[in-house]
């Protein structure tokens, strides 16, 4: 599996932006897509989460009700689309996936960077 992450850049607080990742490789119907992201000095975190079928999102609470994950079957494309962006989520942002069957993520893309102005 390999995936291609893009979308970073730099915006306001208060703003949006829209991450995605390109998967290829492998069919993905049993595996579960993550975005992680990591600050420096900070470990990696997952922030949201994906079964790819059906399709089942899952959170961290801090990221609750302003990021959205989701993915288009159609495109094998994962997307994190972040809304009401603050400082704090000022990081790089990370895809990985594993199958159902992982304990750990397996694959990784290379990093975005989303920085937050305030």
């Known amino acids: 599996v390999q995936l291609q992450a893009c979308g970073g850049g730099l915006v306001q607080a208060g703003g949006s932006l829209r991450l995605s990742c390109v998967v290829s490789?492998?069919?993905?119907?049993?595996?579960?897509m993550g975005w992680f992201r990591q600050s420096p000095g900070k470990e990696r975190d997952v922030v949201a989460s994906i079964r790819w079928s059906p399709s089942i999102p899952k959170y961290a609470d801090s990221v609750k009700g302003r990021l959205t994950i989701s993915r288009d079957r159609s495109k094998n494309i994962v997307y994190l689309q972040m809304n009401s962006l603050k400082p704090e989520d000022t990081a790089v942002y990370y895809c990985?996936?594993?199958?159902?069957?992982?304990?750990?993520?397996?694959?990784w893309g290379q990093g975005t960077l989303v920085t937050v102005s305030s």
């Open positions: 990985a996936a594993k199958r159902l069957v992982d304990l750990e993520y397996i694959y």
């Open positions: 490789g492998r069919t993905l119907s049993n595996y579960i």
